[in-house]
């Protein structure tokens, strides 16, 4: 028995290296179909540049010194989003979920607004806070509010009743409750939350940025668009995607230590 708890199961770590080597596999088979589409010619001449041309393309921005402003513009918006976005839906969501006047007179609107595409409301956002960073900000946080609340409303309706009669029983005040009670067991939503919410944020601030900025990740998409250097278009998206991929990474692996 002591040797065994020693000695750990082979067949999980078997399992976790297959895991590894298949995704590794399908990332060098999508390379490879890329470069075969790029070659055979179906498509207009620079659609799709062959994958050396975007890794060189990918090089000259990563030791640009001009990315490396744009790309700090573009975290601060999305940080700024995730944060006001994520702590409005928390309180809307812990609002919503504790009562059911307030859940059936007001949250029906945001069943019906998540789903529509935030870049409507663009306009009125650029007449509120101007074309600076603030209407990208704005859209950002309009994004990640709603999947938060939706999020966090739905886990409030989950929490144990026991826990609640419990802590009633101890005449917990209501900001009590919520911090012992309702956060530590809203921590699966929340997590749910945040994760969709990053998503959608990026998504907001890249379309403000591209719609109306000369700053920003999306105004570099949009300016090698524009000039026709679509090597360099396709290196702005995968810096845009590998930091929608590290913010999940670091979300996840966050509420892991968490919870543990």
Not at 56 to 73: C, K, R
Not at 224 to 248: D, K, T
Request: aromatic share 10%; with cysteine; net charge positive.
């Amino acid at each position: 028995m002591a040797q065994a708890a020693l000695n750990p199961p082979v067949a999980p770590r078997l399992g976790r290296a297959r895991l590894t080597l298949l995704r590794i596999m399908t990332f060098f088979v999508l390379l490879a179909a890329w470069e075969a589409l790029a070659a055979s010619g179906w498509l207009f001449e620079g659609v799709v540049p062959s994958v050396l041309k975007v890794a060189a393309a990918l090089w000259a921005l990563l030791t640009s010194a001009s990315f490396y402003f744009n790309l700090e513009l573009t975290l601060g918006e999305v940080l700024a989003s995730l944060a006001l976005g994520a702590t409005a839906g928390i309180v809307v969501g812990l609002a919503l979920g504790t009562s059911r006047f307030g859940a059936k007179a007001f949250e029906p609107y945001l069943h019906y607004l998540a789903p529509t595409p935030k870049i409507v409301f663009l306009p009125i956002l650029l007449v509120l806070f101007g074309v600076g960073p603030g209407s990208k900000v704005a859209m950002g946080t309009l994004s990640c509010f709603f999947p938060m609340a939706l999020s966090v409303a739905t886990g409030v309706r989950q929490v144990d009743a026991v826990l609640l009669r419990v802590g009633r029983s101890f005449n917990l005040s209501v900001p009590q409750l919520v911090a012992k009670i309702y956060l530590p067991s809203l921590v699966p939503a929340i997590a749910t939350g945040l994760k969709l919410g990053l998503g959608v944020a990026i998504i907001g601030c890249l379309l403000a940025e591209i719609k109306m900025s000369n700053r920003g990740l999306g105004f570099l998409v949009m300016q090698s668009y524009a000039q026709f250097r679509i090597p360099e278009m396709y290196a702005a998206l995968i810096v845009a995607f590998a930091v929608a991929a590290c913010g999940n990474a670091l979300i996840a692996r966050f509420l892991r230590r968490g919870g543990r």
